[in-house]
């Protein structure tokens, strides 16, 4: 147990750190700011749920304490909470029988585990996403109006430099602001969600190399959201033309969806591209696209919801050729 605290202990600091950094103003603590819930995760995974339990609520509890009550807040809801009930559905399996054939000929029932399923995970971490992105925007002020004009004000100070210095386009600025703070809201789903997942990503990666995840590895090719899935995207796409709070909250819960129907469409990818000679390689190209232009990720969301409707991946394992077994 005091093993179990200490590395709770340890997690928590460096997770209120790294939190706590953004108050610095510097660059380097965007990047800080995202990595905060990897020390709890990988207390999660690697020494269970309670282990982060504990580095949570000490962290968020020093955080109060030096930074006031809406930081403290913050980082329960954005990196506590996911941190906690993440590590606990990767670790979360309930028993599976099996028969199988003895030796003598007799069939025997073998206990197994079945595994939490990864595109179950991949919804919650969206709903985490949307969560984190409402109390951040709802911080702003309780109305649409009100919390646009917030986040057209911070952005026109972000950029204040630059209309000073072009006073001839003061008009293309204030569009450009508009913009910004309408997209604001889903991008700012969009990179909540992606970081969480790649939060998890990393903690599970770690905690594998050191060998302490009691788990295996989940095969993410075959990872898919849930059926009903596609019906809460949908509702969510129909309230986002609604107008007011309500649409406002309906695209970010469409943005944080977008994203998991994104990252379905790369576990198609993958399994699409299983056989083909230079995989790594096209891979690479893929995900350097995406990283650099941004908007191919319609693309992959697209191939995702093509998945989930005609079951693409079933289809082409099915069609597949048997390996040739090796003499």
């Known amino acids: 147990m005091m093993r179990i605290i200490l590395v709770a202990m340890a997690a928590g600091c460096a997770s209120a750190l790294m939190f706590a950094s953004i108050v610095s103003g510097a660059l380097v603590a965007v990047l800080l700011?995202?990595?905060?819930?990897?020390?709890?995760?990988?207390?999660?995974?690697?020494?269970?749920?309670?282990?982060?339990?504990?580095?949570?609520?000490?962290?968020?509890?020093?955080?109060?304490?030096?930074?006031?009550?809406?930081?403290?807040?913050?980082?329960?809801?954005?990196?506590?909470?996911?941190?906690?009930w993440l590590g606990h559905l990767v670790l979360l399996g309930r028993p599976a029988t099996n028969s199988v054939s003895s030796a003598n000929g007799a069939s025997r029932?073998?206990?197994?585990?079945?595994?939490?399923?990864?595109?179950?995970?991949?919804?919650?971490?969206?709903?985490?996403?949307?969560?984190?992105?409402?109390?951040?925007?709802?911080?702003?002020?309780?109305?649409?109006?009100?919390?646009?004009?917030?986040?057209?004000?911070?952005?026109?100070?972000?950029?204040?430099?630059?209309?000073t210095r072009e006073a001839a386009s003061i008009r293309q600025f204030d569009q450009l602001i508009d913009a910004l703070a309408t997209i604001a809201p889903i991008a700012g789903a969009i990179v909540t969600t992606t970081t969480l997942t790649l939060n998890l990503w990393l903690a599970a990666k770690v905690t594998a190399i050191s060998g302490r995840l009691h788990r295996p590895w989940p095969d993410l090719k075959h990872a898919s959201p849930p059926p009903m899935t596609l019906v809460a995207f949908c509702v969510a796409v129909g309230f986002?033309?609604?107008?007011?709070?309500?649409?406002?909250?309906?695209?970010?819960?469409?943005?944080?969806?977008?994203?998991?129907?994104?990252?379905?469409?790369?576990?198609?990818?993958?399994?699409?591209?299983?056989?083909l000679k230079g995989r790594a390689l096209w891979l690479a190209c893929t995900y350097s696209i995406v990283i650099v232009f941004a908007w191919p990720l319609v693309a992959m969301a697209v191939l995702g919801l093509v998945d989930t409707v005609f079951g693409i991946r079933q289809r082409y394992l099915r069609r597949r050729p048997p390996p040739v077994p090796v003499s």
């Open 33 to 84: 700011f995202y990595l905060a819930p990897l020390p709890l995760m990988v207390a999660a995974l690697g020494w269970g749920p309670l282990c982060a339990t504990f580095g949570g609520i000490a962290a968020a509890s020093v955080i109060g304490a030096i930074f006031g009550l809406p930081l403290c807040i913050g980082f329960a809801v954005a990196v506590g909470l996911p941190a906690w």
């Open 109 to 163: 029932v073998a206990p197994d585990l079945e595994w939490y399923p990864p595109g179950r995970i991949l919804l919650w971490i969206s709903g985490f996403g949307a969560l984190t992105t409402v109390v951040a925007l709802l911080a702003l002020g309780t109305d649409a109006a009100t919390i646009r004009g917030t986040l057209r004000d911070g952005l026109g100070q972000v950029i204040q430099i630059i209309r």
């Open 240 to 275: 986002c033309f609604t107008g007011g709070l309500v649409a406002l909250l309906a695209q970010i819960v469409a943005a944080s969806l977008f994203m998991v129907y994104a990252l379905t469409g790369f576990a198609v990818l993958h399994t699409l591209t299983s056989a």
